[in-house]
């Protein structure tokens, strides 16, 4: 890489729908375990189970919070209990295929599209690239993995690891120490204002970049970005703004 004189010499990407689609693959993958179990058990309210589902995961990130069972048992357990409460007691390896197919489909939709790789690509010619993610260590080192992450980072923190993840400033100086950059010279990019950009704030970065694909106003009280865009590909022009560089003429 050359000498990089502009403001921007890093920028830290958050990777569920900010790089990848998270929601749009989550809904595919719970519509397609709803197949599995209508052919299962037919005449069931599979809408109602995978919304269940959906709740329970949300508690303590989808993992045991007494820390005995894996990720992919827990989550096999939770699917379980599902069925359980929908008055299904006949499992015949039901949970396993439902978390399996779940698992597979969403794992698989989740990668870099064309137009994003080629925008790592050109970005990392100017620019250290990092990606940092939350959540429980397994699935978000499967998420990189699947994504083929490290051909496009030159650093990868994986949260999950560490006893404190975004917002946590200790995180970001963790981060800043891999990428061998002052705070004042780099850039976060995220779709949640709690973590991504409440976290960029607190580490007192150089600027903060939304993705706020459906325009949502920001809370009463929450943290405000320096810049708003729809979608990930705008950063270019928004780096272009904090740069300070003047806007290419038509």
């Not at 990720?71 to 390896?93: A, F, I, P, S």
């Not at 999950?160 to 970001?172: C, D, F, M, N, T």
């Amino acid at each position: 890489m050359a000498l990089n004189t502009k403001k921007v010499a890093a920028i830290i990407f958050d990777l569920d729908n900010t790089l990848i689609p998270t929601k749009e693959a989550d809904d595919e993958a719970y519509e397609l375990v709803r197949e599995v179990i209508e052919e299962a058990c037919p005449g069931y309210d599979t809408a109602a189970m995978t919304s269940k589902f959906r709740v329970d995961l949300g508690w303590n990130e989808g993992c045991d919070p007494d820390g005995r069972l894996t990720v992919d048992e827990w989550r096999t357990k939770l699917w379980e209990t599902t069925l359980n409460e929908h008055g299904v007691t006949q499992y015949n390896g039901l949970p396993a295929k439902m978390y399996a197919t779940w698992k597979k489909e969403r794992l698989k939709r989740m990668v870099f599209t064309e137009e994003i790789k080629k925008m790592l690509v050109d970005l990392r010619k100017d620019y250290k690239l990092q990606l940092m993610t939350n959540g429980p260590l397994e699935p978000q080192r499967e998420k990189s993995q699947v994504c083929e992450s490290n051909v496009y980072f030159d650093s990868i923190v994986l949260c999950g690891l560490y006893a404190e993840q975004k917002p946590y400033p200790s995180v970001y100086r963790r981060a800043l120490q891999e990428l061998q950059v002052d705070a004042d010279r780099c850039v976060m990019v995220g779709d949640r204002l709690n973590t991504d950009i409440q976290g960029g704030l607190n580490a007192k970065l150089l600027s903060t970049v939304w993705i706020n694909p459906t325009g949502a106003a920001i809370p009463e009280g929450g943290p405000v970005p320096h810049h708003t865009v729809k979608s990930v590909l705008e950063l270019p022009k928004i780096l272009d703004l904090v740069n300070g560089t003047p806007p290419v003429s038509a």
